[in-house]
């Protein structure tokens, strides 16, 4: 019996997570954030919530998901240092 090599999980944590958020942004080429390429980001959250994302998205007139990235560059701005 031969010995496998162990590939990354699907969830797996980068050895080095400075190294691999910078390896990242190389490939963007210069791009701004929203031309390059965009990350997905996974959450739970209750079905209640995500209720009243999806009533409070439709009464402003733009998607979930506009909403949400507007709500988080507004919480998380670019700090001194950031390439961005």
Known sequence: MSKRT?????ASRPG????WIRA?????GG???GEAFTARLTIDI????RG???VA???RGI????????????????TDGDPT
């Open 6 to 10: 162990r590939k990354p999980g699907f």
């Open 16 to 19: 080095d997570p400075e190294n």
């Open 24 to 28: 990242t942004e190389a490939q963007s």
């Open 31 to 33: 791009k701004t954030a």
């Open 46 to 49: 209750t079905p209640e919530l």
């Open 52 to 54: 009243r994302i999806k």
């Open 57 to 59: 998205a439709f009464r």
């Open 63 to 78: 998607t979930v998901t506009d909403m949400l990235r507007d709500l988080l560059s507004r919480e998380f701005p670019p």
